[in-house]
Each structure stands twice: as structure tokens, then as C-alpha cells.
């Protein structure tokens, strides 16, 4: 027999009262003296057999229905280890991802891998690995008490891992001749797509049998996308109900010691946005922090924020003949609320300027350079200044800015190419949609072949339309802003866009959405300066190897909230997909030929209504036998 | 130790005054009828003085003694009587009895000294028998006044104790007893009621009068104690845990039934059997009795 709450096991002494009273009754009875007993005798001689036995059922009934019922606390059961499981080894996938954390789903799924666990032993092997990788014994041992140790150290994660690379791994133990168990929630966007893998099939053990309504702040940030010096930004977040019904409650931001609280009403299934009236105007980085708590998942009930309204950066374009800078200095703003101060020169006058003073530079047309200028460009970016670089349609094939990209040929469709793909991932695009581009045409581009560059724009030919290399530090257009090139000089997103490109350049820290085990690199003015201040704990950051403006790398973010290094604050939060608890449905589950194992190591016989039966019975059998 | 006059009370003589103990049956030789003192009128031979009592008539003291002792003292006169009277006093381990107020044997007491006081006075002679399981002690019958205080002596001296035999004792003392006379048995009768009827048929085939005063205590008769309870045996020492909620009403059929026996074979053995508690103050008890005496008589 198995107790779920053994602590209260010592409460069924107490069924020993009726026994205890029964004693000192007796012992204490009162003593008289009589006349003769001579009667007495006579009557109990009839008597005393139907009393004697009356007495001693009544104990017996008392004790009984008081024992019964004192067992239910502990909440026994009868259980049978290794019931309904397949024979051989077998690894156990544990959901750790911060959606466990809803109810009771963790304790659960805790609970049921260690039944699991226990079923191992001589014959039959087990490992532990866990979706956000903090477990990940990929040894099998047949003595599982060191798992099961492990296992009750661990917490829910802040994580949104979905069970692929934690299955792949759990396969790949034992040769694949592993049984693998999934303990999951059955959250649709944790399970592989596709049908399961016949070969390998994965049981899963279902912990999200319970109606979940969340609600999670799903993003935080500037009201609008480029905040600029000298004009007061407020906070702007997102709510986001995953729940089938209204969910009202107190949404609160706090920044710089400023509270503000609000109560919203959030429609269901669908994202609420809410502009705070709390203003931001002094320059500078601003950690936020909003909360909206509703539910039993607070996790995703906080998000943070740094809102950077930007100081002014030195900015340096590079003009051709063929190409002027008078649009772009005019969409970069002459006047002072614009973010960069302006330093306009033709490519002759490269070699005459010192590159260092400057943020960042833009060129105009990069394939008119000569190649000194080109030379002069690459050991700028090597000493930490961000280059934007527009290729023009005079670009040679040939022409290459080692090792991020070269030029293959020109591209001049006969109609015109519009916008494919965006990688809004990019710190540059972030603040992009797709939609934000849907009627820009391309007419004439440079064809590049990316080396060490990754695409983060991409045309409908195919082609490469933008390019983010250097770690961020060179971004090049493979157009130029001319009209005659592209219509994307007319259309509301060619600021921002041009905006977001130079501030990503120059370091300026654009990704507002950094997740939870994402790696933090910023620059830095001092390198020495490794000291990491996390949400709860310190850590040490390192600084990556490299000439010109430190920088810095840190990689344990595994709790979310604001982490400083180097100097700058920066927001780490969950990945708001995985706020959406809801679950795949059966039928999808059969349909993928997924198997969901029943029984869990243990066959268990709840024994508390066999139990309140036993007491109800010994009461009822007291009260007839009293009533004779 | 009681004093001889803690059985003989005040009010109780106050009551009997008026009230004689007449023999029912006939005695050989003579009728039943008053055995009040013809003094008054007679001339019977002055026999003694005797110290007062509280009760006495006044016009019996003698002043002149008072005169020349500051003390009251009664003139005593022999009288001739009919009757022999003898009170069985059962001093069984039984009879130390005490339920509520008063034991049995405190009660017993009383009655006995009552009715030797009643006999006394009448001019009848009374003795007195104690016995538990044999005879303790035997006085016989006196009709002298002095033989009063004999009797309240040894009531005083009463110790009970020792097992019960109530048929063996009695028969015995009908083997004793020569003359016909009336016989009073004063006890709780905790014997086997055969036995106990047939020592009293024994009196009555000797021809004597017998008069049974059966003693008892609420408490014995109704088993009236609060839960379970362990009870000792007064006369064997024996211990029986018994619960009355239990066992309470059999016993009190029992009970019932062993009185109605008792009451039925001493009606057919023609003995007067008055059943008498100790929770009713004997003087009212023997009153009463006395009163339905008479009036059957």
C-alpha cells in the first residue's frame, strides 16, 4: 500500500481511543459494596454471554469505522510498480518548459516520472533528459536513485522548448532501443509536427488534463517603433488571452520608481494592446516592467522592457555622383529631433577622414568605391564602426567586401521584384511586418553571393535584397535609394528602415526582444568591465576577441528579467508562444499516430472509498447493534 | 460504639404509645386480647424502681425518690402476661447494608428495640436472638421493665458480619423455643427462599406466631447505580462488574419475583410478612404496620 500524503499516516493512532477508553473505563469503574450477589449471579448467568459479545463488536465496530476514517487523510492506494509499461530501458522526456508551471501540471509530471523512474532496475535501464537541457544524463542506469534526486531538485523552467531535440536526444541513447516516455502537457506547439515516428514511437504522458484560461502580457515596448531625442515616448504593451472567456483585471507598469495601474478587460482569444500614459523623455536606456496577474501561470504575468530613447549618432555619408545623399540625409532630418548628427562627404574625401569619430557610415553606392576606400571601410568595421552599404546598379560583378559578400552580376528585372522574405529576428527589422513592405517594388538590384553575411531580407527572385554581417555591425542594401531603383523611398517604412539599419550598425542596442537562453552581446567602452548583474544573481560576461569597440558576450540568461553588462540594461523575457496552453486535440493525436500511455509505472487502487465505505458500514452495523 | 438509646427514639416511643402489638392467634391457654397493664384500678406488687426514659408516663415517677434524689425514677410493678415474644434480629454481613441514610441493621435496630420497648410496655415479654449464619446471641423473654434496657444493650453490642443462613438459623432456633409465642424475624432474608419458608412453616408447625419484618434498601431493590460499576459482596467479599443499563431490569424482575415468593409462601404459611424499606422511617413503617395489624385483627 502506497500513501500520497504519508505525513498524516500517525493520525490513525488515534483510532486506538475507543480501545484506550475502554480500558480506563474499566479501571476506573466505581467500587460499591452490596448485600448479596446471589441475585446478581443468577440474572448476568443469562445475560453476560449476549453482553459480553455486544461489548466487545461495538469495540471492535468503533475502532474499525475510526481506523477508516483516519486512513483516508494519508489517502492510501494499492499499487502495482511497473503496471502497463513495455519491458526493456527507457528514457524519460520531461517538459520542463515554463507552460508546466500552470496548476498543478509540474507536480504532476514530477510525480509521474518518478514512478517511472522507480520501475528501473536490474533488466531495465533509465535516463532523464529534460526539454530545456537541464538534465541531459545520457547514461542509462539501473540503480535510478541519483536520477530521482535529480529530479526532485528540478523546477519548471523559463523555457519554451518544444520535445523535438530533447526526443531526438533521448533516441539516440541506448542505440534507439529505448522506450521513451514524454511527459508533457500535450501543448500543441510542443509536439514535433508531422506524424509520429513508427520506428521509435514515443509514449506520452499526458499532465494537461486540466482547463487552463491563461493570460499573459505577450509584449512591451515604445508606443511607436523609433523612439528620437526630445519627444516623450509612453509604454505600449500587449495582453494576450488564450482563454475562452473575458478575463478582467489590473494591468501595472513600473519604471524609473513610477507606478501606473489600469484595469483591462481582455476579450478572449485575442491580443488587448494598451498605451500606459506614463511618459519616457530623458535620454538613456529605461528598464519597464509590466504585470497583469490573472492566473496560476505568473511567469508569463511579467514582461520587461528596456525602452532606449536614443542620444544622437555620429553619422558620416558617403556620396557618389551617382548616387547623392541629399534623399537619405533628408529622411534622416537636418532638424534636432533627429537622432543622428550629419556628416555628409564625397567618396574622394574618404582617406582624409578619421573613421573612428564617426557612429556610423553610410555609402551610397559601395560599388563605386575605389578600392583603397573599400580597403579604409573594412578596417573601420574592424575597429567597431557600423557600415551600411547600398550597392548601386553601376556595381560590378566581382565586387566584394571580404568576407561578408560578393557581387555576382545586376539584376533589372523587366517588371520588378517586391519583397519575399523578412527576418524580423534581425535587430534591424524587428519592428517590421512583412505588410509594412507589401507594395514595394524593386526594379534594379545587385545580385550578391553572401559568405560570412546572412540574409535578412530576401526579393521574390530569390535574391538577397539585405544583408547583416559582422555581427551586426554591417548591413548592406543591395539597392540603392533611388527612385528609379525602388519605390521604397516614397513609402512610409523607408525612415524607420534606414533608421533601424544605422542605430543597429552603430551598436545602438535595438533587440528589445532578447528570450530566455538567448546569448547577450553588446558593445562595450570597457572591456574590463565583465561584471554581469542578472535578474536574481551575478555573473561574468565575456569579452569577445577583436580590435576596435569591446564586446561583450553573455550567455546564462536563464531566468528572464533585465540583465546589465557592460554598461547597458537589457531585457530577457519568455517566449510569449509558449503562454498559449492550448492542447492538441485526441483525435489529432490518433491522427498522428501518437500513443498516450495510461498507466504511469503504477497500477493504483484508490482505497479511500473503499475506505469511507468500511466506516459507513461499521456505523450503521454500531447503531443496529445499539438499537437491539 | 451506639449508646442503647440510639435505637429507642423519642418520637418513635411517642408513637407506639397508643398503639399495642396484639397477638392474632391464639395463644394455649389464653385469648389474645389487650396484655395492657391492668394497674390502674389493681393492686399488683410493687417490684422496683427504674430510671426514666424519656416516654414514660409522668404519673408513674416516683417524687418521693425524686424528692430525696433530684432524679426521676418509675415505680415498676410485676405483671402477669400472655405473651412470649421473641425479636429475630439477623446480624449478617448482609444487614451492614447502607444504600441511602441508614444501614440495615441501624434500621433492623430500631424496629426491634421498638417493638421490645412496645412489648415491654404491654406487659408482654420480649427476648432477642441475634444470628448471621448461627445464633450469635440469645436473651430470653422478660416482662420486666429493667429487661428493656438488656435488650437496648445488646442491640448496641450488634456487629454484623459473617455469611448469612437465614433457613439453618431459624430452624435451629424453632428446635430452641419450647414455649409458643410469637416470633418476630427482623432481616434481609438473602437466603434461598425455600429454605427460608420452610424454617418459617417450622415455627408455625410449633404453633407460634410468627411475624416477618423483611428489611431492604432501595438500592438493592432497584439496582439504582450510575453506569458500570463493580460491586462487592458484603458477606463474601467477592467483586462482579455489572452494568445496570444492561442487566437493571432483569434483576429488578428478579427481584420482584423473589418478594412475591416470599410474600406468597409466608401468606400460605399463614406468617405476617411485612415488607419494609429503608428509605421509609421505621417508626412510620412500623405504625403502618401495627395499624393494619389492628385493624385485621
Known amino acids: ?628 | 460504639m451506639p449508646s442503647p438509646t440510639d435505637f429507642l427514639r423519642p418520637e418513635a416511643v411517642a408513637k407506639l404509645r397508643g398503639i399495642d402489638l396484639r397477638a392474632r392467634l391464639v395463644v394455649e391457654g389464653f385469648l389474645a386480647g389487650l396484655h395492657r397493664s391492668p394497674y390502674k384500678g389493681f393492686s399488683v406488687e410493687f417490684t422496683e424502681h427504674r430510671q426514666y426514659i424519656p416516654g414514660d408516663e409522668l404519673k408513674r415517677v416516683d417524687w418521693k425518690v425524686y424528692g430525696r434524689t433530684d432524679r426521676f425514677y418509675i415505680r415498676e410493678y410485676e405483671e402477669e402476661t400472655n405473651l412470649r415474644a421473641w425479636l429475630v434480629l439477623d446480624a449478617s454481613g448482609s444487614m451492614a447494608y447502607t444504600g441511602s441514610g441508614m444501614s440495615k441493621l441501624e434500621y433492623a435496630n430500631c424496629l426491634a428495640a421498638s417493638l421490645a420497648y412496645l412489648l415491654l410496655h404491654q406487659k408482654d415479654s420480649a427476648g432477642l436472638v441475634t444470628f448471621s449464619d448461627r445464633i450469635d446471641r440469645y436473651l430470653p423473654p422478660r416482662s420486666t421493665p429493667a429487661h428493656l434496657h438488656a435488650v437496648l444493650r445488646e442491640l448496641a453490642r450488634v456487629k454484623p458480619g459473617g455469611d448469612t443462613d437465614v433457613g439453618g438459623t431459624l430452624d435451629a432456633l424453632a428446635e430452641r423455643i419450647k414455649r409458643r409465642g410469637l416470633v418476630i424475624v427482623i432481616s434481609d432474608l438473602w437466603d434461598d427462599e425455600a429454605r427460608v419458608l420452610r424454617a418459617l412453616r417450622h415455627f408455625r408447625h410449633r404453633r407460634h406466631e410468627v411475624i416477618v419484618f423483611h428489611v431492604t434498601d432501595p438500592v438493592e431493590c432497584d439496582l439504582a447505580f450510575r453506569g458500570p460499576v463493580v460491586l462487592r459482596d458484603l458477606e463474601t467479599g467477592r467483586e462482579l462488574t455489572v452494568d445496570p443499563r444492561v442487566i437493571g431490569a432483569d434483576y429488578r424482575k428478579s427481584w420482584q419475583r423473589r418478594c412475591a415468593a416470599l410474600e406468597r409462601g409466608c401468606a400460605e404459611a399463614l406468617v405476617d410478612y411485612c415488607r419494609v424499606s429503608t428509605a421509609t422511617p421505621f417508626d412510620r413503617a412500623l405504625f403502618r404496620y401495627l395499624e393494619r395489624r389492628r385493624r385485621l385483627a
Request: glycine share 8%; proline share 7%; net charge neutral.
Open chain 1, 1 to 628: 500500500m502506497n500513501f500520497a500524503a504519508p505525513a498524516l499516516l500517525p493520525l490513525a493512532l488515534l483510532a486506538a481511543v475507543p480501545l484506550l477508553i475502554h480500558i480506563f473505563s474499566r479501571t476506573r469503574l466505581r467500587r460499591h459494596d452490596f448485600p448479596s450477589l446471589r441475585l446478581l449471579d443468577a440474572v448476568r448467568r443469562e445475560r453476560f454471554s449476549y453482553v459480553r459479545l455486544k461489548e466487545i463488536l461495538l469495540l471492535i465496530l468503533r475502532t474499525l469505522a475510526l481506523l477508516a476514517l483516519l486512513l483516508v487523510p494519508p489517502r492510501p492506494a494499492l499499487l502495482a510498480r511497473g503496471a502497463g509499461l513495455p519491458p526493456g530501458d527507457f528514457v524519460v522526456v520531461l517538459d520542463d518548459s515554463y507552460s508546466m508551471g500552470w496548476g498543478t501540471r509540474w507536480a504532476r509530471a514530477r510525480d509521474a516520472a518518478r514512478r517511472l523512474l522507480e520501475s528501473a532496475g536490474p533488466g531495465r535501464r533509465a535516463g532523464l533528459v529534460t526539454t530545456s537541457g537541464s538534465v541531459l544524463d545520457t547514461a542509462l542506469v539501473d540503480r535510478p536513485a541519483a536520477l530521482i534526486r535529480r529530479l526532485d531538485s528540478l523546477e519548471v523552467s523559463s523555457t519554451a522548448a518544444r520535445l523535438d531535440s530533447a526526443l531526438a536526444l533521448a533516441r539516440r541513447v541506448g542505440g534507439g532501443k529505448v522506450t521513451v516516455f514524454a511527459i508533457t502537457d500535450l501543448q500543441a506547439r510542443a509536439l514535433p509536427p508531422g506524424r509520429a515516428d513508427t520506428l521509435a514511437p514515443v509514449r506520452l504522458v499526458d499532465v494537461g488534463a486540466d482547463r487552463a484560461a491563461n493570460v499573459a502580457v505577450a509584449d512591451v515596448g515604445p508606443e511607436n517603433r523609433l523612439p528620437v531625442p526630445g519627444r516623450a515616448v509612453r509604454i505600449r504593451a500587449a495582453f494576450a488571452n488564450h482563454s475562452d472567456r473575458p478575463i478582467t483585471g489590473f494591468a501595472v507598469v513600473e519604471v524609473g520608481g513610477r507606478v501606473e495601474e489600469t484595469a483591462l478587460e481582455l476579450p478572449p482569444r485575442a491580443v488587448t494592446a494598451h498605451i500606459f500614459s506614463l511618459a519616457l523623455d530623458a535620454p538613456g536606456a529605461h528598464p519597464v516592467r509590466v504585470d497583469f496577474r490573472s492566473d496560476s501561470l505568473s511567469s508569463d504575468d511579467t514582461r520587461w522592457a528596456v525602452v532606449t530613447i536614443p542620444e544622437r549618432l555620429r553619422l558620416l555619408v558617403v556620396e557618389t555622383p551617382a548616387a547623392p545623399a541629399a534623399l537619405v540625409a533628408a529622411a534622416l532630418g537636418p532638424d534636432s529631433a533627429s537622432l543622428f548628427s550629419l556628416t555628409v562627404a564625397p567618396a574622394g574625401a574618404l582617406g582624409r577622414l578619421d573613421l573612428r569619430r564617426f557612429d556610423c557610415v553610410l555609402v551610397t553606392d559601395a560599388g563605386a568605391l575605389a578600392p583603397a576606400d573599400i580597403d579604409r571601410l573594412e578596417l573601420a568595421l574592424q575597429t567597431g564602426t557600423g557600415l551600411l552599404l547600398m550597392l548601386g546598379p553601376d556595381t560590378k560583378p566581382g565586387f566584394a567586401l571580404a568576407p561578408w559578400f560578393a557581387v555576382t552580376g545586376l539584376a533589372r528585372p523587366a517588371g520588378f521584384n517586391t519583397l519575399a522574405g523578412l527576418d524580423t529576428l534581425a535587430p534591424a527589422l524587428e519592428i517590421f511586418r512583412p505588410a509594412d513592405f507589401a507594395s514595394v517594388r524593386f526594379f534594379a538590384h545587385a545580385v550578391t553571393r553572401p559568405i560570412d553575411a546572412r540574409p535578412i531580407a530576401t526579393l521574390s527572385d530569390g535574391a538577397p535584397l539585405m544583408l547583416e554581417g559582422a555581427l551586426g555591425r554591417l548591413i548592406v542594401w543591395t539597392f540603392t535609394a533611388a527612385p528609379e531603383n525602388t519605390d521604397l523611398v516614397y513609402r512610409a517604412a523607408f525612415v524607420p528602415l534606414l533608421h533601424r539599419c544605422l542605430s543597429a550598425v552603430a551598436g545602438a542596442d535595438l533587440r528589445r526582444d532578447r528570450l530566455v537562453g538567448d546569448t547577450l552581446r553588446v558593445f562595450s567602452d570597457d572591456p574590463s568591465a565583465l561584471a554581469v548583474q542578472g535578474p536574481t544573481r551575478r555573473g561574468v560576461a565575456r569579452a569577445l576577441s577583436g580590435s576596435g569597440r569591446a564586446r561583450l558576450e553573455y550567455a546564462d540568461t536563464d531566468e528572464p528579467g533585465i540583465y546589465t553588462l557592460g554598461g547597458r540594461a537589457v531585457a530577457v523575457n519568455l517566449d510569449p508562444a509558449e503562454a498559449d496552453l492550448e492542447r492538441i486535440a485526441p483525435a489529432d493525436l490518433a491522427a498522428r499516430g501518437h500513443v498516450v500511455q495510461k498507466e504511469v509505472g503504477e497500477r493504483a487502487l484508490d482505497l479511500i472509498p473503499v475506505l469511507l465505505y468500511i466506516a459507513a458500514a461499521a456505523f450503521a452495523a454500531e447503531m443496529l447493534l445499539l438499537a437491539l
